[in-house]
């Protein structure tokens, strides 16, 4: 049996993208993500990897741009106002199509807003605030070990779509302690293995080059700059058929269908419990992946269901996409709670027989 090693949850993320062969972090401290920079600063370097605390967000995915296009395993982290910063160079890679693994451990906003948890980035994270047109797989874990396995397989998903991934966590994710089975470490590619591996990366000339690689996002003609979309975009339309993932429970026959990821997900697990103990029948749909959107889940629902409820740590973002899953077949309402105020089992119990009731249940 695999050991178990109780981790905080910052901390258990940094450590899974090590072991899925990161060797590279830029990163700048930013509450409640600030024991991932700590957590790679002192063990980075004792495995041969290399750490920098950058002077800004904007520096950081930078040079996560840089050392992503000369073919290094990258791993960058912040919060939810760095993560802002950021969005520029998303944009870039994912133009340029240059792999790199990125993780939010959002907290409330809007501005510096506060240190709490939050899932008000979910626009952020799957529609972006970079310019033009580019996608994102983003994955959005419910505990810790599905963080670790998130982040662990996203160092290999990067380098196979030669694109961003993105997780998106929380402050209760990053700061709460689970015990974690750790996945094996990958071997660490090194300088000279990367022309095979990486054929697409910047190495200079070698021996036998006769032609340097070029890696750009500039595009000055017209239909050049089209074609080059058009491409990319033939690939995330493969990113729908195969990073779709999503967890259903009892939605085939349920009065009501809770819809919610990450941390509002935990929480509402237990809900269903309370619900069910009181007679009322209620499904869950977990998106795990957050884009692509899980929307063939929710052909699933039968005419037995009279409301589904999209439940977030915002003012309602998800919501969006609840109903562009159901496509008008069920009344769509908003469960939320925000500004950092996360809400306990039995509030989403008691709000959920409340919509009930007003939808006449």
């Known amino acids: 049996m695999s ?106 906003g809007p501005g510096i807003g506060g240190i709490q948890p939050g ?40 380098d196979k779509w030669r694109n961003p991934v993105f997780i998106f966590a929380d402050g209760l994710l990053g700061q709460m302690m ?5 996945p094996e470490q990958q071997k660490f590619v090194e300088p000279h293995e990367i022309r095979a591996l990486k054929p697409w990366a910047l190495t200079g000339y070698g021996d036998d080059d006769t032609k ?43 009065d009501v269908v809770i819809v919610a990821f990450g941390t509002m997900a935990r929480i509402t697990k237990e809900a269903v419990e309370i619900l069910a103990e009181q007679g009322i029948k209620t499904g869950l749909i977990r998106p795990i992946s957050l884009w692509p959107f899980p929307y063939q889940a929710f052909d699933k629902i039968t005419s037995k269901t009279k409301v589904v409820i999209s439940a977030e740590l915002s003012m309602g973002q998800m919501i969006q996409d609840v109903k562009l899953g159901v496509n008008g077949r069920f009344p769509v309402r908003l469960l939320s709670r925000t500004g950092g105020v996360v809400p306990a089992s039995l509030e989403i119990a008691e709000r959920t027989k409340k919509i009930l009731e007003e939808m006449g249940g």
């Not at 952020?124 to 874990?141: L, S």
């Not at 996002?217 to 239909?223: G, K, N």
């Open 178 to 182: 689970e015990p974690v089975v750790l």
């Open 119 to 158: 899932q008000a980035d979910y626009f952020q994270a799957t529609r972006g605030g970079g310019n033009g047109d580019y996608k994102v797989p983003v994955f959005a874990p419910s505990n810790l070990q599905e963080g670790v396995d998130l982040v662990y397989e996203s160092m290999d998903l990067t």
């Open 212 to 254: 340097r690689n070029t890696i750009i996002s500039l595009r000055i003609q017209p239909e050049d700059l089209e074609k080059h979309v058009e491409k990319i975009f033939k690939k995330y339309e493969q990113m729908e058929k195969e990073l779709v993932r999503v967890e259903t429970t009892g939605i085939e026959d349920a």
């Open 3 to 108: 050991k178990k090693v109780l981790m905080k949850g910052n901390e258990a993320f940094a450590e899974a993208a090590i072991r899925g062969g990161c060797r590279y972090y830029f990163g700048y401290p930013i509450t409640p993500q600030n024991e991932i920079p700590e957590y790679m600063s002192r063990e980075l370097p004792k495995r041969d990897g290399y750490f920098i605390q950058a002077e800004s967000e904007l520096a950081a995915v930078y040079m996560a741009y840089g050392a992503g296009a000369a073919g290094g395993k990258v791993f960058i982290t912040s919060s939810s106002p760095g993560i802002a910063l950021m969005q520029e160079g998303f944009s870039f890679m994912c133009s340029a199509e240059v792999p790199t693994v990125a993780l939010t451990v959002s907290r409330c």
